[in-house]
Nanobody, 120 residues
Framework: QLQLVESGGGLVQPGGSLRLSCAASEFNLNHYAIAWFRQAPGKEREEVSCIDNADGSTYYADSVKGRFTISSDNAKNTVYLQMYSLKPEDSAVYYC?????????????WGQGTQVTVSS
């Protein structure tokens, strides 16, 4: 059973930073593309970023370009989402998901989510 576990969420003030982690067990992240999605109350789940571990290519939603960075640590079997200059509209539950290719934009496996709240 493929399992993904997110961590690193919390409460941060506007303009602050957080780093989310997505750790994998029972499978090697090198064989998958890992995406971060987020869902705010009353809104649809939206894709934020994706990294294809096969070639290192990355994707960012326009709303986070220049503020978020996705990266992969193969030794730790973990993907990170570094978030800078956070805004209240970034508040959501953040989920990581695994799929064969970032172009699919629809993970087959999901983590349980981690809450990010940006508020003063």
């Amino acid at each position: 059973q493929l399992q993904l576990v997110e961590s690193g969420g919390g409460l941060v003030q506007p303009g602050g930073s957080l780093r989310l982690s997505c750790a994998a067990s029972e499978f090697n992240l090198n064989h998958y593309a890992i995406a971060w999605f987020r869902q705010a109350p009353g809104k649809e789940r939206e894709e934020v970023s994706c990294i294809d571990n096969a070639d290192g290519s990355t994707y960012y939603a326009d709303s986070v370009k220049g503020r978020f960075t996705i990266s992969s640590d193969n030794a730790k079997n973990t993907v990170y989402l570094q978030m800078y200059s956070l805004k209240p509209e970034d508040s959501a539950v953040y989920y990581c998901g695994a799929m064969k290719d970032c172009a699919l934009h629809l993970p087959n496996y999901w983590g349980q989510g981690t809450q990010v709240t940006v508020s003063s």
